[in-house]
């Protein structure tokens, strides 16, 4: 059941799954280098300093990445352009952060 709704291609799928991308990718960063800290000193830490959010953004949209480059190759190109929609989205939130920061 779970791989077939995998093999899904739809666009709003897409959306979904690259919503979903860069939260599990920031979860994996905050377990691998950040678990001494807890989830709220993690989040102020990134939020407050521009080194990191260029960093702990980038490795959390490099979920997203493969999740693009597994439904490219597969041919399913609706699921693709939602993830690839996502991506762009939170890389513009991820710069405007910056900006503003």
Request: proline letters at 1%; aromatic letters at 10%.
């Amino acid at each position: 059941m779970a791989l077939t709704i995998l093999k899904k291609d739809n666009l709003k799928f897409g959306l979904v799954l690259g919503l979903l991308g860069p939260i599990v990718g920031l979860a994996i960063v905050y377990l691998v280098k950040y678990h001494s800290f807890t989830i709220g000193e993690f989040f102020n830490d990134f939020i407050s300093e521009n080194k990191k959010i260029t960093s702990i953004g980038s490795l959390s949209l490099l979920a997203n990445a493969v999740l693009f480059t597994l439904y490219i190759n597969t041919h399913r190109d609706n699921t693709a352009k939602g993830i690839f929609l996502t991506t762009v989205i939170y890389g513009i939130g991820i710069l405007v952060v910056k900006i503003l920061n």
